[in-house]
């Protein structure tokens, strides 16, 4: 089956304790996303990824990172995680690099909570 | 992208037409309509997309007016599974997916 797969789906942590959300997805997609979703604030883009070893920031960066060694992982690391950061997160992909006609495939999100 | 403005909510009865309207009066020539829609907490989920023709699919309809300043997005049979968030988004080709706030459609029994 076709899919976005995230890792965990629910996660508590204290500030300051980094941490690693895990994205997959087996369609062979060039184009991969982190957004964060926010009450009153919608979706945000945090990184994205055309390519392997290819990421830019989005409209939300500060605070994470990002890598792109393969083209299935695109992992977002929270280097030292601040209860702002609280938030549900969600990770997409499109094949093709992310041009104007291809539809984002998302996974089931992950809840973090910082402490 | 342009911005869009969306209802925050709508009601619809079970087995009626949704219709879910859009204003995006700033569009440019080469931007297309997208619409996704979330059900509570999940992945959001693609459901249409046009230039300026009107589509279908086996979801839904979207209907773009002629001067592209506005859209509906048509269920036409909606079930309780269709509560969700509806994000109707202008993008042009090789540009970010940006979502507002969207509109919350509730259909109810």
């Known amino acids: 089956e076709a899919q976005v797969t995230q890792n965990p789906r629910y996660l508590i942590t204290v500030t300051g304790k980094k941490l690693t959300v895990t994205c997959s997805q087996n369609?062979?997609?060039?184009?991969m996303s982190w957004y964060r979703q926010d009450p009153g604030l919608g979706l945000r883009q945090i990184y994205y990824?055309?390519?392997?070893?290819?990421?830019d920031k989005g409209d939300v960066p500060e605070g994470y990172k990002v890598s792109r060694k393969e083209k299935r992982n695109f992992p977002l690391i929270l280097e030292s995680p601040s209860p702002n950061q609280t938030s549900l997160y969600f990770c997409?992909?499109?094949?093709?690099?992310?041009?104007?006609?291809?539809?984002?495939?998302f996974g089931s999100g992950t809840q973090l909570s910082v402490l | 992208d342009a911005k869009t403005t969306q209802p925050p909510s709508m009601d619809c009865a079970e087995g009626r037409a949704a219709n879910l309207p859009c204003n995006h009066s700033?569009?440019?020539?080469?931007?297309?309509v997208y619409w996704y829609r979330q059900i509570h907490s999940q992945g959001p989920q693609y459901i249409i997309h046009?230039?300026?023709n009107n589509e279908t699919n086996e979801m839904a309809s979207l209907i773009i007016t002629e001067d592209r300043k506005s859209s509906t997005l048509i269920l036409p049979h909606a079930t309780l599974r269709d509560t969700a968030v509806y994000y109707c988004?202008?993008?042009?080709?090789?540009?970010?997916?940006?979502f507002g706030k969207g509109t919350m459609l509730l259909v109810s029994p």
């Open positions: 369609m062979n997609h060039e184009y």
């Open positions: 046009g230039l300026k």
């Open positions: 700033t569009i440019s020539g080469n931007e297309y």
């Open positions: 990824s055309m390519n392997v070893e290819v990421t």
């Open positions: 988004i202008v993008r042009a080709q090789y540009s970010t997916l940006t």
């Open positions: 997409a992909s499109t094949p093709r690099g992310g041009g104007g006609f291809e539809k984002l495939f």
